[in-house]
């Protein structure tokens, strides 16, 4: 077995119970290969036998390689949320983010027709833009953000479909 405790942790979850290994259930590792020494919680959870934890143990590595890219996942995508660039197709790397989007937004609100305005760039360099490009901005920016939503609820998707740790792990989670 990978990790005893890893599935004797699972195994209390799926049953309700918060196994605390310090007071709990203790694991030895111990010629014969791992096995639990102490198990004080008979009074909420009977012990399992070894057969039936290494039978959990496929659903219990899935699902923490699931959580563990779960979270991997939100932490990218709220990365890519905060600290998103593009290059708009006017040839400009902009920031492509929540913040650009109210800027940009705020910008129009104060923009004439036939007004131009300075706009600085992702590298700090300054434009000056029509309002028709700042409109174009703005729209870039919205595509953009929802691209990135697409993804992460493709990619939420996928690692719910799939059906072994390994698969889980194999994917490479990109914005």
Known sequence: MK???????????????????LEDVNIVNDPDGLRIEQWNISDKLPQP????????????MLYYARQNKLTEL?????????????????????????????????LLLV????????????????????RIQVELLQKEIIGHIKGLYAKKWSYREQLNTLTTAEEVDSIIIEF
């Open 3 to 21: 990790d005893l405790a890893l599935v004797v942790k699972y195994y209390g979850q799926k049953n309700g119970v918060d196994i605390n290994f």
């Open 49 to 60: 036998s070894m057969e039936e934890l290494e039978a959990l143990e496929p659903e219990a």
């Open 74 to 106: 939100d932490t990218k995508f709220n990365d890519a949320i905060e600290n998103g660039h593009m290059t708009c197709s006017f040839g400009v790397e902009i920031d492509a983010n929540n913040d650009a989007l109210r800027n940009v937004g705020n």
């Open 111 to 130: 923009m004439g027709a036939d007004d131009k305005e300075l706009f600085c760039d992702y590298n700090n360099q300054f434009h000056e833009l029509t």
